[in-house]
């Protein structure tokens, strides 16, 4: 119930259906948990995200009145970490093929030793 797990691009969906899905899906989640502001998390660097989806997100998270921001690799930059430790709601953005497994286990100790509510991810081909 608390997990977002769809993946984009795949062939038989548009992508903007796609995209649209996940919206309303992590709306719902925060609504019922009346998250009002979260922060996005990834073990990528900035330079191999898709950041026009972080600001696609943001934007239309922004109009249902939730306050998202995104950061970049927690484990390698201390802004995003700080901006962790001001949020407690944790949407995870990773990469197949791309993310590391140990890196993405590192940054979810990190999420449990803040006792940060992780609300689920998002995983991209």
Do not use: W
């Not at 696609?56 to 998202?68: C, P």
């Not at 953005?93 to 030793?113: D, G, P, T």
């Amino acid at each position: 119930e608390n997990c977002i797990y769809n993946i984009f691009f795949r062939k038989k969906y548009p992508v903007k259906e796609q995209q649209a899905i996940i919206i309303m899906q992590l709306f719902l989640i925060c609504k019922k948990r009346n998250v009002k502001k979260l922060f996005i998390a990834t073990t990528l660097q900035s330079k191999t995200m898709d950041m026009d989806l972080i600001s696609l997100l943001i934007n239309e998270l922004q109009s249902y009145g939730i306050t998202a921001v995104f950061g970049e690799n927690i484990l390698q930059n201390s802004r995003s970490f700080q901006n962790l430790t001001q949020n407690d709601n944790i949407l995870v953005i990773e990469q197949i093929n791309v993310s590391k497994h140990s890196a993405l286990k590192q940054e979810l100790l990190i999420f449990r030793e803040q006792e940060a509510n992780v609300l689920g991810a998002i995983l991209l081909l």
